[in-house]
Every structure is written in C-alpha cells, then in structure tokens.
C-alpha cells in the first residue's frame, strides 16, 4: 500500500515559470488537501477538496490552483512562481465521510525552491 | 476561526528526562485534536488524536496527551524521552471540512 505519493521529490524553479505538483492516495479518500510548511510558521492550508469536482480555498490560495477531476489525484498548480513560493509542499488525506472526521494522512512532500 | 499556539519554538531535554509540549487552541466547539511528530526531511506522523472520550489519550511511542477543556489545552507528554526523540512536534485542530489548523510547531532537542 503506497498511500500518497508526491512528485517530484525536490524541484528547483525559474521565476515566473509554470508548475504542477502532483499528489495521488491510494486509500480513496474523499478529502484532500495541501499545505506548505515555511520554518518558524509551520503548516498552513492552500486548498482543499471534500469530494471529487469540488475545491475550496484555505489561509494562504493566493498564486495557487487546484483540480479534483477523481478521487485519487490532486494536482496543486503554481501559475507564474515566485520566490516567495519557495516552500515544502505536503499533499494530506482523509476519508472525509457524513461529517464525521478522522485524522490526515500525509505525503512525504515536495521541496520547491523559486529563483 | 480556530487557532493553535505553542508557546514554545525550542525544547531541550536530557535523554531519559520527562517531557511535556504545551499547546492551546481556540475554538468555539467541541475539538478534533492532533500532536503529529516529524522527523528532518520526513513528512508527518500521526502520535495521537482526540475526538471525544477520556481525556488522557495514549498515543504511539509511549507519548500520551492531556484534553483539558477549562485551559484550552492539550498537552503532550513524554515519561522518559529517547534520543529517536529529537523532532519537530506539530499540536493541530480541526475547525471543520477545511483541514488542519497547525500550531507554528516545537522543536525538541535531545541531550545526551
């Protein structure tokens, strides 16, 4: 059982370029989510998606995107990067069901850095 | 919103000495609480959660953490910690269907 992959590993990236991050579970949870870790601030939330075809956003959307086109992938897109995009990106996931809540899942991350 | 604080971004603790990790939130209901543990260049695991129930919950790795409703906390807690220890420790809140609400984190260094 893989659970969440992320990929790539580690990107380093031109300002101003194009970039998805990709995330994909296994488990077939229905919420995903992603966030970025920035030292001394720790996680924070950048979008969210409760069921396949339905995003919303957290504390920091701003320069971000996302899609939820099934169940498994969760794909976060960074329009135009910017250094201060430079973070460590952690795709999570939980079986989100009637409302009752039960603990993330995490991927290992992707450590992007913006030049 | 919801919120969670921990008042402490540095510990250090001699191995085999007791632990405790503070944390407080902020929500108006009754919490989903969370310690999750990482490790350098690792992603997140979960030690122990809170949803309802007793109030001392008992988590992996011989952590275990206190819900205390009147303070606002939930406190982590550690008999004797080992030099596998040393990590970064995140407290989490759950504030609806929208994610995780993290604390800013405490790093726990291990003496020898």
């Known amino acids: 059982i893989a659970g969440i992959t992320q990929a790539p590993t580690s990107q380093i990236l031109a300002a101003g370029r194009r970039m998805t991050l990709r995330c994909t579970q296994d488990?077939?949870?229905?919420?995903m989510y992603w966030y970025r870790q920035d030292l001394g601030l720790g996680l924070r939330l950048i979008h969210y998606?409760?069921?396949?075809?339905?995003?919303g956003k957290g504390e920091v959307p701003d320069g971000y995107s996302v899609s939820r086109a099934n169940t498994d992938d969760f794909p976060l897109t960074l329009a135009s990067a910017v250094p201060s995009q430079t973070s460590v990106y952690f795709c999570?996931?939980?079986?989100?069901?009637?409302?009752?809540?039960?603990?993330?899942?995490f991927g290992p991350g992707t450590r992007l850095t913006v030049l | 919103a919801q919120s969670v604080t921990q008042p402490d971004i540095h510990i250090t603790v001699s191995e085999g000495a007791s632990l405790e990790l503070r944390c407080n939130y902020s929500?108006?209901?009754?919490?989903?609480l969370f310690w999750y543990v990482q490790s350098p260049g690792q992603g997140l695991q979960l030690l122990l959660k809170y949803f309802s129930g007793d109030t001392l919950v008992q988590g992996i790795k011989g952590f275990e953490a206190e819900f205390k409703r009147s303070q606002s906390s939930f406190n982590l807690r550690k008999p004797s910690v080992h030099w596998s220890d040393a990590a970064e420790y995140f407290c989490?809140?759950?504030?609806?269907?929208?994610?995780?609400?993290f604390g800013k984190g405490t790093h726990l260094i291990i003496q020898p």
């Open positions: 999570a996931s939980t079986p989100l069901l009637a409302g009752i809540y039960n603990e993330q899942f």
């Open positions: 989490a809140v759950v504030g609806g269907a929208d994610g995780l609400t």
């Open positions: 998606s409760n069921t396949a075809g339905t995003t």
């Open positions: 488990m077939r949870h229905n919420a």
């Open positions: 929500y108006g209901a009754t919490p989903y």
